[in-house]
């Protein structure tokens, strides 16, 4: 597996907002593994930190923008784009304003600017999300759609059909991400007349010329539409080119409007918080849909996360058999619950019991359909976690382990005769006077079974004269 990345240095940039027309100053600083991407708002009291996730998106008007606790971040979706393009998983965006410069409404000086600071690998493989199934999200609304579908590769392909003759319907692919910087970064954003003569005059891109954003000139221009643009742009003389495009900008590519389509999905789909290997493929993107299809995947990965099952190896000699296991524990049969112990460091222990019909529990539950009670696989995650607790005094076999709580107990599957049942405890914080507080998880069949948040407690028994 690929290793993370982040940058070897500070970088800084300063341009204009979109939306306020304010100078913005915005650094990109070096973050440790498994940081992923967030804002910090360094011109706030306390300097906020806002994580870039899906579930922090607040609306999409003119960009994709964010909010925690009442802390915005307004058009992220370029600058992620330009992180996400250039391979870098680990970043902190300073910021002394509400959002990004919009520099020219593309990536390229992000892409430009994290060339230089330079990019380091980290000593943390990359986590990567492998498309198997088809994913899919549609916006009834305007017909927008997106699928995401298996590839070795993360793949994107935009369709858009803007319903009119000046730009009609455009379409672009990017099949390798590492090609971002020469295909898409450039590609800046767009905007048709009558959009932007409505934005003009509410006063919300007040930092938007005609080097930002090209024009496309979807209707008539009268003469005073005409005045009131050369006003608002500063300049002394616009027209309309053959293309279509206000004044006299060059398109960097034909379909560059599509391009630029590709470039917010792979920003806004950062959103998602985990590298994509698969092929996305949107048709009539936009921010709404595409943040939608983020937080729909954010879902799905924090899900398939949580039933992951690990791999242990059950083939090598146990680190404690069920001899050594009573040694610690005071548990005995028919209530010894776990056979052996296979890992086991400062912060987690793994253990396995076979489940058989001999278990006096299966007598009359239930005849005729044996299922090993749920809270018998608590009790046994929990002695899984006392292995972990005991093993931090000399004298285990003085200590009794007593259940403090017991928390988020959810039961997947129905455990049987014949399963082999895996617990994972690990410390959710630190020991502290025998306290342990652990996440703790059971396994069978390739399938999470069931789970709990446990808390117990050691308590030294008095000892005989």
Known sequence: MAKQRTIANEVTLTGVGLHTGENVTMKFVPAPENHGFAFKRVDLEGEPVIEADANYVVNTQRGTNLEKRGVKIQTSEHVLAALVGMEIDNVLIELNAPEPPIMDGSSKFFVEAIEKAGIVEQDVDREEYVVNEVITYKDEASGSDITLIPSEDYEITTMVDFGTKVLGTQNATLERISDFKKEIADARTFSFLHELEMLLENGLIKGGDLNNAIVYVDKEISEST???????????????????????????????????????????????GTRIRGKVIANKPGHYVNTQFAKKLSKIIKLEKRNKVPKFDLNGPPLMDVTQIMNMLPHRPPFLLVDKIIELSDSHVVGLKNVTMNEPFFVGHFPGAPVMPGVLQVEAMAQTGGILVLSTVPDPENYLTFFMKIDNVKFKQQVVPGDTLIFKCDLISPIRRGICHMQAYAYANGKLVSEAELMAQIVKTKQKD
């Open 226 to 272: 005409m005045k009131k643009l050369e006003k608002a742009f500063k300049k002394k003389k616009l027209s309309v080119k053959p293309n279509g495009i206000l004044d006299n900008l060059t398109l960097h590519q034909p379909n560059e409007a599509a391009r630029h389509k590709l470039l917010d999905v792979i920003g806004d789909l950062a959103l998602a």
